[in-house]
Structures are given as C-alpha cells and as structure tokens.
C-alpha cells in the first residue's frame, strides 16, 4: 500500500523560503507521476506541480511557476518542493500525493489525485 509522508512546513516571513520533503512507500516513481497539491479552508484544492513517472518534465501551476521547484531522490524515495519568495497567499496545508491518472496533466491546479498523506502547513505572514 502506497505511503506519502510530507514534512518541512512552518512559518516564514514573505519573500522567504521553505523546503518540503516526502518520503514515499510502497510504489516506485517510474510507474506513475508524483506532485503536491495544497488546501486551505473554504478554498478549492490546488494542484501545485506534477513530476512525470520518468522526471524529465515537471509541470507548475501559474501561481508558483518560477518560484517553486520539484525535484525527487530515487535513491531515498523522497521528493521534494523548494518554494521560494513565498507569498501571503502560498500560505496552505501542501500534501504529496499520487496523480489519479498515470501522466501528468499539464493543467496541473486541476490534477484529480489519488492517495496523500497527513500533509504539512506553511504560514507565511509578517
């Protein structure tokens, strides 16, 4: 059974940054793409990235692109989202999770998604 565990949330300063981390159990990466999507109360999901099964090609959203980065280590199972310059409205609970569908989708802030786990809460406040 697949497993996600995020962690690196906290609370920054705007224009800071943070790092998150998932360490992910029980699938591999070349079988299916992986990103993190992000919630906040009375707000729609957001898809925020997906890294494709074979992690040549990683897609953002529009209201992270160029500042937020996915990168994976196969050899620690472990993924990660480096979010720079963060906004006041980056502020969420960001979850790792599986795609619904095995390829990205482009459109990633409309990403279906399949398993999460417990995520992690980034502040991002004066």
């Known amino acids: 059974q697949e497993e996600l565990v995020a962690s690196g949330g906290g609370s920054v300063q705007p224009g800071e940054s943070l790092r998150l981390s998932c360490v992910v159990s029980?699938?591999?990466?070349?079988?299916?793409?992986i990103g993190w999507f992000r919630q906040t109360p009375g707000k729609e999901r957001e898809g925020v990235v997906c890294?494709?099964?074979?992690?040549?090609?990683?897609y953002y959203s529009n209201s992270v692109k160029g500042r937020f980065t996915m990168s994976r280590d196969s050899t620690k199972n472990t993924v990660y989202l480096q979010m720079n310059s963060l906004r006041a409205e980056d502020a969420a609970v960001y979850y790792c999770?599986?795609?619904?569908?095995?390829?990205?989708?482009?459109?990633?802030?409309?990403?279906?998604?399949?398993?999460w786990g417990q995520g992690t809460q980034v502040t991002v406040s004066t």
């Open positions: 999770a599986t795609p619904v569908h095995p390829v990205c989708d482009p459109l990633v802030s409309r990403t279906p998604w399949r398993d």
């Open positions: 890294l494709t099964s074979s992690g040549d090609k990683t």
């Open positions: 029980g699938r591999t990466f070349s079988r299916r793409g």
